[in-house]
C-alpha cells in the first residue's frame, strides 16, 4: 500500500524530566538557536510532514509553561497535548490512545522532542517503508567499535537507532496493548516483541538526541551551519 | 605495578588512506584549527604524556609531506616514522616492532591519528589501568537505542570504544605476532583473542574520530571552544 493512502500521525515525545543534564530545567526547554529545542523539533516535524497531525506528550503539569513558550517565540502550528507517564512507554500509549481512529488506515511516526535536526527525506523514508513493512525505524551505522557484554563484537551488524520510528497505527496499538517491560528501550522494540520484523531506514548522524552538555555544543554549530 | 615504573610509548596510527571522506588528501591530513588534524592529534599527545616516546605511522610514501606539514606549522615534537600497511592491524604491528625494547618493562598506548581531542586525563587513567590489568581501553556509554544483527540488544551493555588503547608491551608484542584476521577491528580484539581480559576506562565522548564531514563541523567547534 502507498504511503499517500494512509492519513499521518507524528507523536513527539518530550515527556521526559531531563535528568541527564541536571538542569533546572527540562532538557526539551534548554535554549537552541532563536527559541528552545522543542519548539525547533516541532517546527522541524510541522515543515517534513505538513500533512501529518501533530501529537505533542509533555511532562506532567508542563502544558501552561509549554503554551508561555509557543506565546513567547510565536509558534502557531497546530499540535494537541497528551500528559506523559513515568516512562516512555506510558508517554507514547497516552498520545496513541489520543488518536481517534475509528475505520482509518493511518501510519505514526513516533520522534524524540529532543531531536531537532531530522528532516523531511529521513520523515518521508521512514513513512515509505512503514507503508510497505508495517514498521521502519531510522538508524546509522557505528563509526566506532563495540563492545557488547564486554566483548568485540562486529560493529558491521551494529545499528545506532534514532528516532522517527514509523508503524501502522493498528500494529502501535497493539504493540502498546502490552504489559510494560523493562527491555522495551524504543518504540522498535516493543514493536519487535509482537513478532514483527523491523525494516531499517537509513538515517542521519546530524539527528542527534540533546541529552548532554556536548550534544548542545554540536547542536549550536549546527544551527549556525543553517542559518548562515 | 605502578605506571611510574613503566617506560611509555604512545604509537599515532594515522596509516588510513581516508576513502571514507572521498578527499583528495587523507583526512589525518585535512585543516583543523590552526594546521592539519595530525599535527593536533600530535600535540595533545605530547603535552598529555610529556614522557612518552612517540612512534607516527604514516601511509606508505607520506613522509616527506608530512615533514613539509611539520616545517609549514612549526611542529618540532619528537617522534619516530614508520610506513603502514595494508589494514590497521599490520600499520599497528610495524609500530611495535619498531621498538627497541630489550628488558624494558613498558606500556604502549595506541591511538587514532584523527582523534585529536582525547587529554591527559584519559590518557592517564588508561596508562593506569593498563600497569595494573595489561590492557585497558577508553569507552563510552551508547546514548541511542542499539540493534545488532537486527535485534534489539540491551544498551547499558553496548560500549563504543574509542583509543587511547593502552597494553603492556609484551603483550601486544605476543598478540600481533598471530596471524591477521579480518575479526581483528581494533587492538583490544587481536589482545583478546589471546584469552586476555580487557579493562575497561570511561572515555569522553568529545574524544571524536574524525572520518566524516560532519565529524569536522563537530571539531571545529570543539576547537574554537578551546581557543576561546
Redesign the interface.
Known sequence: MQCSSYNKYVIIVAGGSGRRMSASVEKQFLPLGESVVLIETLKMVSSSVPDAKIVLVLPIGRADYWRSLCDKYNCRIAHSLVEGGSERFFSVKAAIDSIECIGEKALVAIHDGVRPFADKQIFDECFEKAAECGAAVS?CD??????????????S??????TPQCFELSLLQKAYAQTYNP?F??D??VV?SLGTE?A?VEGK??NI?L??P?DF??A???IN?KLN
Chains 1, 2 share one sequence.
Do not use: P
Not at 557505528?142 to 560493529?155: P, W
Not at 551488524?157 to 534514532?162: A, D, I
Open positions: 538508524c557505528c563509526t566506532d567499535s563495540v563492545r557488547y557484554q564486554n566483548k568485540s563484537i562486529d560493529r551488524e551494529v545499528k545506532l537507532v534514532q527491555t528501550t524504543d522498535a522494540s519487535e523491523i531499517l548522524r546530524e538526541k541529552t548532554k556536548f555544543v554540536i549550536e554549530s549546527l551551519g
